[in-house]
């Protein structure tokens, strides 16, 4: 069973703060995905990776980076929040890409971020 | 890029009715197209995928229709029950890498 988790449920932040959240999966997954969910918009993806060290921009990366030293582990960083990023995070990864029947993504619990 | 429309936003079904859902996408280079159930406070979970290769895939009560050359697909619910309400989200994809949801549709069936 894929376990997909995050580091933290809820996070209160000021503006002008760095956030890191955190994403682990342990099913050796190549794949990792950073979306945020806003009502209305559905999910919209921020970077991924495919695999350590590598990423690629998605639709929203403005404001963000990421980080993946660690195959099991994919970290997003909002390097100096603002009002404009309260939203919910929400990782997912899938076992590799390319290949048929790999591609299914197993999402996170979410991280609700408050940024005041 | 890519772009991915569904309608409709919200859709109400009485219990035993069945409910469609419909999405439009504009790469045509897609090939991967799934279709995720988010209960309320709950996290996104894949109920049923379909590739560019196969125009009907079916399971249970639930199943997905692909017109490549109309660059749609469709999810159609049989049977609907009351927790079969929740927010669906179709999505379009590239060989499982840049992912483009849908904006999702609020489901309700009415007991």
């Known amino acids: 069973d894929v376990k997909v988790t995050q580091s933290s449920r809820y996070l209160v932040k000021r503006t002008g703060e760095k956030v890191f959240l955190e994403c682990v999966q342990d099913?050796?997954?190549?794949?990792m995905f950073w979306y945020r969910q806003d009502p209305g918009l559905g999910l919209r993806l921020i970077y991924f990776s495919y695999d350590v060290k590598m990423k690629e921009k998605g639709d929203i990366p403005e404001g963000y980076s990421v980080s993946r030293e660690k195959k099991e582990r994919f970290s997003l960083i909002l390097e100096s929040a603002s009002t404009n990023q309260t939203s919910m995070y929400l990782c997912?990864?899938?076992?590799?890409?390319?290949?048929?029947?790999?591609?299914?993504?197993?999402f996170g619990p979410g991280t609700r971020l408050l940024v005041l | 890029g890519e772009n991915v429309e569904q309608h409709p936003s919200t859709l109400s079904v009485q219990e035993g009715d069945s409910a469609v859902i419909k999405c439009t996408y504009s790469?045509?280079?897609?090939?991967?197209f799934p279709w995720y159930k988010q209960e309320l406070g709950k996290r996104p979970q894949l109920i049923i995928d379909?590739?560019?290769?196969?125009g009907e895939k079916k399971d249970q009560r639930i199943a997905v229709t692909l017109n490549k050359t109309a660059k749609h697909f469709s999810l159609h619910i049989t049977e609907t029950q009351p927790e079969d309400s929740a927010v669906y989200f179709c999505a379009a994809s590239t060989h499982g890498q840049n992912f483009v949801f849908g904006p999702g549709t609020r489901l309700s069936v009415l007991p």
């Open positions: 099913m050796d997954h190549e794949n």
């Open positions: 379909i590739r560019s290769n196969v």
């Open positions: 997912a990864s899938s076992l590799g890409s390319y290949r048929v029947y790999q591609e299914t993504q197993y």
């Open positions: 790469d045509s280079a897609s090939n991967y």
